[in-house]
């Protein structure tokens, strides 16, 4: 069995996000990026799934800018097998996103893909859903569990007010949730074994696919500032700000 | 070295700082207050693969430089942690590497590679003669197929956590060699074999928690085949060795140095006196920023150390100076965090006391700051020798 593991490039979750000055969007020139953590929890569950003896092939995709590269070997470093970087310097949106993966699917054919359930930069939690329609696959999406059978998965899904579980018949798409597993370190020799693994970098403009933006991003800004609270010398006081000023009960 | 060269540890220093932030402030602080090893820390060091980082790849290791090195320590003080826990094993392995046997690299290598064997102390510094190693007293005399060591040293490091030290020993009398610094050689002491059979073990309570010890040695039996490199060379050998530790000192300072300064700027940023943040008074805001440029400054010098070592040169000048400005730019950085924090600072949960001693342990060990000018002063400017 083959997996293929989608990994983003994102702001690391340590960096303040500042907006650009002109508003266009959050200025990404010198800091730190890193792997999308839902995604890192993805590669994990592959290389737990591969460990166990139930697959033979973990290959990491990126797709963006040439240095998710670093991405990749990242990912590589903490165990699948090589990396595939569909390079663009345009922005990709959720839906172009999941167009190009479905390029590099119908080329690797896997029996299993696993995402993060969303990117922590946009936040968007859309591209394994559009990913599974355009496949026409089946879904399993916010993961908190995974096992994976005879041409079938059993996945945990964490829905409102619980958990739900459900059966996919493979080859599926999986997205992952934050309690599916906590992602490893990677070791030195696995670090250094990474950047001898195969790469491949395939031009966007190879895949044929229309990565035009769908959607327009009009301005950006900076959540507002927190102001500082108030105590309140009561529970009745409490019930009744919440209900009357802040209108939220 | 220029920047992008540097920036290519970036996977390392992604790699030893996720493992580190397993082992957070609290864990250290703990570690601190029962006095105690960080055997987890260590354990976890090993089983990652850093401490056999300079290791061959055929022997089992990842067969990087001094650079590699310098970084994976860096990052361990950097995340608030102490690398004088595990620093021992990458000091003494450029000495086993260097100048050791195929048989001892054969036989030791991928024992340390594998995490069976640890290589983390190394038995110089004796009570009666410091700093002026080449009257070191502890003798090591051949007898057939061994060599039976008589003798003291002190400070010897991690020695209850080691398996493997490397001993400094005189095998001909000082007065029968033409320079002084003639006649010593170095051992590989398993300490196992050792330990209650000639070699008893003293610790020493201290200020930095540091594992650390008085050693007897009583007619200790070791096999001559534990002789490094050639009899009465051992100095030399030690010697070059040092120019690694201390081009490994500098960068454990320099990440002291920053978790100071980052330390330092949170705490100004946030304590509000006076209606507002103590780090808006330039007298606050000073010194933090005089602090940075020396621990940056400092960081340069250490490049220049990896650099020359790594590529075979002689590191002596710049491993020296980069030991001297790191030592002294962290220490700095340790005292400008303190007062920063005012009474605060004293505060063990804050961490910065814990830190500042353990940093300041540098001006002094492996070598004091004085007697690195005194090289500087008389092999590099040619001064007149004063010993
Ligand atoms: C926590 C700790 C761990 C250690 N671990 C190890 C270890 O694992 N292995 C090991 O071999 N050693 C170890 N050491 C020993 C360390 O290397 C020595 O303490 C250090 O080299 C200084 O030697 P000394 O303590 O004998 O000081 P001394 O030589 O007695 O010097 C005392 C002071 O006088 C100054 N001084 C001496 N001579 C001169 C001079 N001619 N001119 C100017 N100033 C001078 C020195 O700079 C120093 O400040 C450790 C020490 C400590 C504190």
Redesign the pocket.
Known sequence: MKILVAVKRVLDYNVKARVKADKSGVDLSNVKMSMNPFDEIAVEEALRISEAGKADEVVAVSLGVSQAQETLRTAMAMGADRGILVESDAELQPLAVAKLLKHVIEKEQPDLVLLGKQAIDDDSNQTGQMLAALMDWPQATFASKVEVGEGKAQVTREIDGGLETIEVTLPAVITTDLRLNEPRYAKLPNIMKAKKKPLDVIPVADTGVDVTPRLEVLEVNEPQARSAGIKVSSVDELVDKLKNEAKVI | MNSTTVAAYEDIREGVRGLCSQFDAAYWRGIDARKAFPEEFVEAMTQAGWLAAMIPEEYGGSGLGLAEASVILEEVNRAGGNSGTVH?QMYNMFTLLRHGSDAQKQRYLPEIAAGRLRLQ?????EPTT???TTKIKTTAVRDGDSYIVNGQ??????IQHSDLMILLARTTPLEQVKRKSEGMSIFIVDLQQAIGNGLSVQPIA?M?N?E?NELFFDNLKIPAANLIGEEGKGFRYILDGLNAERTLIAAECIGDGRWFIEKARNYASEREVFGRPIGQNQGVQFPIAKAHINVEAADLMRWRACEEYDSGRNAGASANMAKYLAAEASWEAANVCLQTHGGFGFANEYDVERKFRETR?YQ????????IL?YVAEHLLELPR??
Do not use: E, Q, Y
Request: hydrophobic share 40%; aromatic share 6%.
């Open positions: 021992g102390s190394m038995g110089v510094t410091g700093t002026d040293k002190v400070w010897i490091s991690r201290n930095v540091h650390t342990l002094v060990a492996p070598i004091s700051t004085n007697l005194s004063s010993f």
